[in-house]
Each structure stands twice: as C-alpha cells, then as structure tokens.
C-alpha cells in the first residue's frame, strides 16, 4: 500500500492540468492583490464633483472618514509630517484649507470638518 500511495504522490501531472492550475493560481493572486491606492489629484477631482470634504493624512496610516475623501501622502507642501490637511469646499473648484498638526484623531478631524471654512480668507489647498 505505502508503495501505491509512494507512486501517486510522484506521477507528474498532465500538462492540460498545469497549466489550469497556474491560470487559477494566476487569477486568486490578481483577485487579492492590493490595488494601487487613489492618488492625491484624483481625490482633489473626486472631493470637488461629490462636494465632500478631502483628508490627506501625511506621512501616516491613511484612514477612511464616513462623509470625507481620503488619501495619503508622504508630504505636503508646507507642513511637516505627520500632519493631516483637511480641505473644504468653498465653490469655483477649490477648497479651503485647514491644517492640523501631528496625528489628530479621527476626533478632531471630524471636528475640524464640522467647523467649517475658516471666517478669514481662507487658503486654497494646491490641485
């Protein structure tokens, strides 16, 4: 019996089964790769067209916000890291921007959103 089951284990596969094998081995490791994350400009551009707020969180663990646009970003002109940089929209095609030192928490970031575009002028988060 050991020599059966010895003799099974060692035949070589048919080659029609091979290659089935690999197509599905290809396919399972496409379906669960990771897909490349959204960039910075196409968030901007979906941010703008849902009217949503857009959260870049820099140089940390990119989250999702309920109601917001996220992306992350290993730096942003004129903020240190880790930070995170909030924009609002304000219409005309921009938003507002409100930079919040550190690593808030989700807390403060909702906070930040809720409280709107700052009276003064505000300044416009770069495209």
């Known amino acids: 019996m050991t020599t059966v089951v010895f003799a099974l ?11 089935a094998r690999l ?18 400009p196409e968030q901007y551009a979906r941010a703008l067209k849902e009217g949503k707020p857009l959260v870049v969180w820099v140089g940390q663990r990119t989250r999702t916000l309920d109601g917001c646009v996220t992306v992350g ?30 690593e ?7 906070a930040a959103v809720r409280a709107g575009v700052p009276r003064a002028a505000p300044v416009v988060l770069p495209r």
């Not at 284990?9 to 290659?19: I, Y």
């Not at 081995?25 to 897909?35: K, P, V, W």
């Not at 880790?82 to 030192?101: F, N």
């Open 9 to 19: 284990m060692f035949v070589p596969a048919h080659p029609s089964h091979d290659a």
């Open 23 to 40: 197509r599905a081995r290809a396919a399972l490791a496409l379906a669960f790769a990771d897909a490349k994350p959204p960039t910075y």
């Open 73 to 102: 970003s290993n730096s942003f002109p004129g903020v240190g890291s880790p930070a995170v940089v909030v924009g609002l929209p304000i219409g005309d095609g921009k938003l507002a921007r409100v930079d919040l030192p550190g």
């Open 104 to 110: 808030p928490t989700d807390t403060a970031v909702r």
